[in-house]
């Protein structure tokens, strides 16, 4: 499997985006993908947005909000892997914002069904 970074687009279909994240600036996102994919999660993920509310509504279904706490879902509702199953992690609002913001800013461009992957940085 070919890996590319978010800056080239090539049309390798069976190349894996890396979605870069800084383990610095998100460290409460950054613990619940590692603790997520060590617990059978899995790494390989595939862009799904028109399935985003309806993974984020299943995947949060039943559990309480956290006062000052986002929930935190991996995978991502973003993701067809994201949804009933998912794990929920209460996390710190301005970590989950702006990594999920990065993430998203990193994926812009590419198409559903594009698989992509963390690369956890420093």
């Known amino acids: 499997v070919k890996k590319k970074t978010c800056g080239s687009k090539e049309g390798?279909?069976?190349a894996i985006v890396e979605v870069n994240l800084s383990k610095?600036?998100?460290p409460e996102s950054v613990k619940h993908?590692?603790?997520s994919i060590a617990n059978g999660y899995p790494e390989i993920l595939t862009i799904d947005r028109?399935?985003?509310k309806n993974n984020r509504r299943a995947s949060l279904k039943g559990i309480d909000k956290i006062p000052g706490k986002d929930l935190d879902e991996y995978p991502p509702?973003?993701?067809r892997e994201g949804g009933k199953g998912a794990s929920v992690r209460g996390i710190n609002s301005s970590d989950n914002r702006g990594s999920g913001s990065s993430?998203?800013?990193q994926l812009r461009g590419y198409p559903n069904g594009t698989?992509?992957?963390y690369n956890i940085t420093k």
Request: proline share 5%; charged share 35%.
């Open 12 to 14: 390798d279909s069976d």
């Open 24 to 26: 610095s600036k998100y």
């Open 33 to 35: 993908i590692e603790d």
């Open 50 to 52: 028109p399935s985003a």
């Open 77 to 79: 509702a973003m993701s």
């Open 103 to 105: 993430a998203g800013y």
């Open 115 to 117: 698989k992509y992957r």
